[in-house]
């Protein structure tokens, strides 16, 4: 492939997704939702059936390659400031045991939903030589997650984080994130030990061994070297340099285990020492590059593996189960377990609607199914559609649960029947 090839390759990727995401953003989306509708408008779903000649020549499969690296290094450095925002905050440790019930049911409700619509999509949609418990398990996990980034920036962007069911919201993403993941974990680890307890065993073994590692080696080891070099939450370039390795390095102990990169990376930004000052310096550094730049890659490249035949016949009457299905068990879940905590019903339907955002969570989900051969190419385009659908409908359903007048009180609306659940305000 050439330089050229490349390099025009991603201008019509970032400049598709900037205009998307300024379209829907003026629609009242989040970004991310342009972004990923970019991703489906250049696949061959669209773009290949508008411009067929022109869409081979320009995403020829065999030019694909450096989009795929440049896409997965992007995917490593977002993972990683996932990770290192990962923290008990004061909020979730108040609000613990609602938040629990929130994620439990948040997780349980559509796991259990997506094991039994499994039956019905294996035989048709799953690949050849998958076995069913796999395949019905990753459905399950895929209609769990909880994209906890788009979550944050609905309630930001409509000054909604300090109203109780928001707080409670985020931080049941948390407890969400952490069940699905490690589901996601074990399936993708059965898939890479072909289903040999003796390679399960191997790999479950390494990943101990590397927890391990990671946070009474590596964690003890970053916490001196940041403390010393760094102490003003400022990494110099030695510093950068240190993390960039440990993380790389992380990232590739996890795929040389058969589990994928993203897990290393998540990890790494995970044993780091929790420093706000550190988090905002690395966001500041590192976020306008693989958000901005190397992301849209990701959601190209998603869109690139969806295909037409999805949305025609039988294959619609699954994607509109999945949709139904995901929608219905994340509102459910979350709703139950914010009434079963006190909550009213007005906050307990607008938490459920929270936790039904996936985002771009939900397609590094999907798309570590479709690497890894779990699903095909017509239930990933399903998934995405999903992930879209459900997206872009969190923020009206929330509106809509609470009402106009509440969602522009700020920090006037939202407050729990049961007083000593809510959160404390920062």
């Not at 310096?281 to 295909?307: H, K, Q």
Request: hydrophobic share 55%; proline share 5%.
């Amino acid at each position: 492939m050439s330089v050229t090839s490349l390099l025009l390759q991603l201008v019509v990727i970032l400049t598709t997704a900037r205009l998307c995401g300024w379209v829907l953003r003026y629609l009242g989306q989040p970004g991310v939702v342009g972004e990923m509708a970019a991703g489906l408008m250049l696949g061959p779903a669209v773009m290949g059936a508008l411009f067929p000649s022109l869409h081979a020549q320009l995403f020829a499969k065999d030019s694909l390659q450096g989009l795929s690296s440049l896409s997965t290094v992007g995917l490593v450095l977002f993972m990683f400031v996932v990770g290192l925002e990962l923290r008990a905050t004061r909020n979730m440790r108040a609000q613990l045991k609602a938040a629990g019930a929130v994620g439990v049911l948040s997780v349980i409700v559509p796991l259990a939903l997506g094991i039994a619509i499994s039956p019905a999509l294996y035989p048709t949609l799953a690949p050849a030589g998958v076995a069913f418990w796999p395949f019905a398990l990753f459905m399950a996990a895929a209609l769990s997650i909880t994209a906890f980034p788009v979550m944050a920036r609905i309630l930001k962007d409509r000054g909604m984080t300090r109203t109780a069911f928001g707080q409670l919201s985020l931080s049941a993403a948390a407890v969400v994130d952490v069940f699905a993941w490690i589901l996601l974990a074990f399936v993708v680890a059965l898939v890479g030990a072909g289903e040999g307890y003796e390679s399960l065993i191997k790999i479950t073994v390494g990943v101990v061994v590397m927890l391990a590692f990671l946070f009474f080696g590596l964690k003890p080891a970053f916490a001196w070297l940041l403390r010393v070099k760094a102490p003003d939450g400022e990494p110099s370039t030695t510093v950068m340099a240190s993390l960039m390795i440990g993380l790389l390095l992380t990232a590739l102990l996890t795929e040389w285990l058969h589990l994928h990169a993203v897990f290393g990376a998540f990890l790494f930004g995970a044993c780091l020492p929790r420093d706000d000052r550190l988090l905002r310096s690395l966001s500041e550094r590192i976020e306008p590059i693989s958000i901005v730049v190397l992301m849209p890659l990701f959601f190209a490249l998603a869109g690139l593996g969806t295909t037409a035949n999805a949305f025609s016949g039988a294959s619609l009457g699954a994607m509109l189960l999945i949709v139904g299905v995901a929608t219905v068990g994340k509102i459910a879940g979350g709703a139950a377990g914010a009434r079963i905590a006190g909550y009213s019903w007005r906050d307990s339907l607008a938490t459920g609607s929270l936790m039904n955002a996936r985002g771009l969570m939900e397609l590094i989900v999907i798309k570590i199914g479709f690497d890894v051969g779990l699903i095909g190419p017509e239930l990933f385009t399903m998934l995405l559609v999903m992930a879209l659908a459900t997206t872009a409908m969190t923020g009206p359903l929330m509106t809509l649960c609470i009402g106009r007048k509440a969602l522009h009180a700020g920090d006037a609306g939202g407050k729990p029947e049961a007083e000593p659940e809510a959160p404390a305000k920062p």
